[in-house]
């Protein structure tokens, strides 16, 4: 089971007084920043958990984090074998010794300027998959590192392992964390993540849950079709709406009907509705 945290901001504008101590700036953006916990597990994808961020001075993204992962229920973390991964801010010593207390393993993106206890740098180091030890981390770490293309360039983004892997292996798991990214984007544009416009905190929460629930609903429509091709989450959602909420739908349709009725009889199209009992 692939454990995968990391932090969204939710950019936004004007004043929020119900719950203007939960917006903040963080890396330039003024929104809700909130720390994400995604369960990936064969074909399932599932957004488990969230906190927010309340900016600089408060618990910390990774200090989140570990919150979140001491919250999975036993019931998934004794059948499955966990691997926590995680970008950069959530490589502090805390966090690592924390998974390690938990007796879980993780791969977690590291700064390169991040220090041996022999006073070097990360990016000294010349051979992928060696194990070293880190300022302030009472155990050994495996480190490795790959090239990722941003913006025209290839950066060098160096990866930490707790558990001793081959650097290959390392580099593999270190680019799974990115799946994340790509609900992010769905939950925003197609689901309506950061499109919320409440004026309490409880209408903030609520419509955070119920656009990761709509989320979900479509995953698993997409699921139930055994397709192998990306989801037209447009389609799945249609499908979800149909096959779960079949009601809704009907109620819709018979809505429309009522309201066109004028029209539709000018048109000299009359329509009769008449209810049978199951």
């Known amino acids: 089971m692939q454990v995968i945290i990391d932090l969204t901001s939710l950019e936004k504008r004007g004043k929020f007084k119900a719950f203007e101590s939960l917006i903040s700036v963080f890396n330039r953006k003024r929104g809700l920043h909130l720390v994400v916990l995604y369960l990936v597990v064969g074909h399932w994808r599932v957004p488990w958990n969230f906190r927010v961020f309340r900016g600089k001075g408060t ?56 220090k041996l206890v022999d006073g070097r740098q990360l990016s000294s180091l010349y051979k992928r998959g060696q194990q070293v030890r880190l300022e302030g981390l009472p155990f050994v770490v495996s480190i490795s590192w790959f090239y990722l293309k941003r913006d025209g360039k290839w950066k060098k983004r160096f990866v930490l392992s707790t558990k001793p892997m081959k650097a290959s292996t390392i580099n593999w798991w270190g680019k799974r964390r990115w799946q994340i990214e790509g609900w992010f984007k769905t ?87 008449s209810w049978c009992k199951m």
């Open 187 to 273: 939950a925003k544009h197609r689901f309506g993540l950061h499109r919320f416009a409440q004026q309490s905190k409880l209408g903030m929460y609520r419509w955070l849950i119920l656009s990761m629930i709509a989320y979900l609903l479509a995953h698993w429509a997409y699921l139930s079709t055994d397709s192998t091709t990306l989801p037209d989450w447009g389609q799945v959602a249609e499908k979800a709406l149909h096959s779960i909420l079949p009601q809704l739908v009907v109620c819709i349709l018979l809505t429309d009907i009522l309201r066109l009725q004028p029209l539709l009889q000018a048109q000299g199209i009359d329509i009769n509705i």
């Open 59 to 114: 618990t910390s993204p990774a200090q989140l984090g570990l919150r979140l992962v001491r919250l999975l229920p036993k019931t998934l973390t004794h059948r499955f074998q966990v691997m926590v991964l995680a970008d950069t801010a959530f490589c502090s010593a805390e966090f690592l010794r924390g998974i390690r207390k938990l007796r879980y393993h993780a791969v977690v993106g590291v700064r390169r300027d991040r």
